[in-house]
């Protein structure tokens, strides 16, 4: 499966996620893989536009680095825009795994409100299909079904695996999820690019 880009007079517009920083800044770990994937995707903007969140990776422990498993986190809820957000996490821990000698893994998280007996029915459906888009990339993917409320659970899941990234199916930092997620997620969130504009949040 291959991403399509659309180049509209839309992704000229100004982009409100929040722009990297500067070479000389700590901040900068995500620089490689964004430029891996504007390189495969055939884009030069996708890293100003995707990064909501930008954090600094706390140093490595590991005495060899190079073993260390590369985490992506996706927040996954069925809908076409988290699909997306998998697609894109796929794509990046292809673009990884090609880079660099690490073991890379994509975690699909489904969070379920247990007031909601809808949602729990349909966890195995949903994660099912994760796997299947997976399957196509042939790739390595945990899924993760956790209870509560979606923002906290998001961020204890990237904390537990220690996550280059948080992938979501959003498109703005102003994104109700992303502003709750900015005082407890651990690792820096990414989005879609400007030209995927739902107007449904992330779950819809």
Request: glycine share 4%.
């Amino acid at each position: 499966m291959q991403l399509q880009s659309r180049a509209t007079a839309r992704s000229r517009r100004k982009n409100t996620a929040v722009n990297l920083p500067s070479s000389g800044s700590k901040q900068t770990a995500l620089k490689p893989m964004l430029k891996r994937l504007e390189a495969a995707l055939g884009r030069d903007d996708l890293a100003q536009r995707i990064v909501l969140l930008d954090r600094p990776k706390p140093p490595t422990l590991t005495l060899k680095p190079e073993t260390q498993t590369i985490n992506f986190v996706v927040g996954y809820s069925g809908s076409a825009h988290s699909q997306a957000a998998l697609d894109l996490a796929l794509c990046a821990a292809h673009q990884t795994r090609l880079a660099r000698p690490n073991p890379v893994m994509v975690h699909v998280v489904y969070v379920i409100d247990r007031s909601h007996p809808k949602t729990i029915a349909n966890a195995d459906r949903i994660l099912w299909q994760a796997r299947c888009l997976a399957s196509e990339w042939r790739g390595s993917l945990n899924a993760h079904l956790r209870i509560g409320p979606v923002a906290p659970e998001l961020s204890a899941v990237a904390k537990e695996l220690e996550a280059e990234v948080l992938m979501l199916g959003c498109h703005i930092a102003k994104h109700p999820l992303v502003q709750q997620l900015a005082d407890h997620v651990p690792c820096s969130v990414l989005g879609l690019p400007q030209y995927y504009r739902w107007e449904n949040d992330w779950r819809s």
